[in-house]
């Protein structure tokens, strides 16, 4: 059987996933964050690594980063509740196979296990649009990169949910943090972006497909 590590910061979650997958793979361990995985990712070397893109410790592109794959081994799946172009690019271009969202069906994620682990490319609908039109050059990738890499990991997340719409108040419930903290998020993000507004945040976002 394919040997799976699943890593995702909610515990309950990968309870979840590893009891869909029980009957098909052998879920061999579990992680909750990027010091974690690393270590149990050297320790099993896996044929498959489930790999959630927003993790503590630096994100799952920091996971493939410092576990790379060797001999093709683990094969890196990125399963995600972000559908945001920057992170399906983002975590392909450091290394992943695939890249499925969380709303997958238990027997399509044993089957995109499956693919990837035969080498296949596997992603979502919708997702395989942003990887098209990056490598067709339609989504500034360069520029994306540098604005995005001055943003810290919880400025990213602040940002992509006040562009789409969220209230200071709802992004604090989302994140669990004060609104007073999301409201020294956006400052810190609109001056790093050199932009005034959360329309104009919210513009931008679009134009680059952050979301």
Same mark, same amino acid.
Request: aromatic fraction near 6%.
């Given at each position: 059987?394919?040997?799976?590590?699943?890593?995702?910061?909610?515990?309950?979650?990968?309870?979840?996933?590893?009891?869909?997958?029980?009957?098909?793979?052998?879920?061999?361990?579990?992680?909750?964050?990027?010091?974690?995985?690393?270590?149990?990712?050297?320790?099993?070397?896996?044929?498959?690594?489930?790999?959630?893109?927003?993790?503590?410790?630096?994100?799952?592109?920091?996971?493939?980063?410092?576990?790379?794959?060797?001999?093709?081994?683990?094969?890196?799946?990125?399963?995600?509740?972000?559908?945001?172009? $920057?992170?399906?690019?983002? #975590?392909? %271009?450091?290394? =992943? +196979? !695939? &890249?499925?969202? @969380?709303?997958?069906? *238990?027997?399509?994620?044993?089957?995109?296990?499956?693919?990837?682990?035969?080498?296949?490319?596997?992603?979502?609908?919708?997702?395989?649009?942003?990887?098209?039109?990056?490598?067709?050059?339609?989504?500034?990738?360069?520029?994306?990169?540098?604005?995005?890499?001055?943003?810290? $990991?919880?400025?990213?997340? #602040?940002? %992509?949910?006040? =562009? +789409? !719409? &969220?209230?200071? @108040?709802?992004?604090? *419930?989302?994140?669990?943090?004060?609104?007073?903290?999301?409201?020294?998020?956006?400052?810190?993000?609109?001056?790093?972006?050199?932009?005034?507004?959360?329309?104009?945040?919210?513009?931008?976002?679009?134009?680059?497909?952050?979301?």
């Amino acid at each position: 059987m394919t040997t799976v590590v699943i890593v995702d910061d909610h515990a309950m979650f990968r309870r979840g996933v590893r009891a869909e997958l029980a009957e098909h793979v052998d879920v061999v361990a579990e992680a909750g964050d990027v010091a974690e995985a690393v270590a149990v990712i050297r320790a099993e070397q896996p044929d498959v690594v489930l790999l959630d893109v927003h993790l503590p410790g630096g994100g799952g592109v920091e996971v493939i980063r410092q576990a790379p794959s060797t001999d093709g081994r683990p094969v890196y799946l990125a399963l995600s509740v972000s559908d945001a172009a $920057e992170d399906v690019i983002g #975590v392909i %271009r450091g290394g =992943a +196979r !695939g &890249y499925v969202t @969380k709303t997958i069906t *238990g027997p399509e994620l044993v089957d995109a296990i499956r693919r990837v682990d035969a080498g296949d490319a596997v992603f979502s609908p919708r997702l395989a649009g942003f990887v098209l039109d990056a490598f067709a050059g339609a989504i500034p990738l360069a520029a994306v990169d540098e604005d995005l890499d001055s943003l810290t $990991e919880r400025e990213r997340e #602040v940002m %992509r949910l006040i =562009a +789409r !719409g &969220y209230a200071y @108040k709802e992004v604090a *419930g989302e994140l669990f943090i004060s609104i007073k903290t999301v409201e020294t998020h956006m400052s810190s993000v609109l001056r790093k972006l050199q932009l005034t507004s959360r329309h104009e945040l919210a513009r931008w976002a679009a134009d680059r497909r952050l979301f």
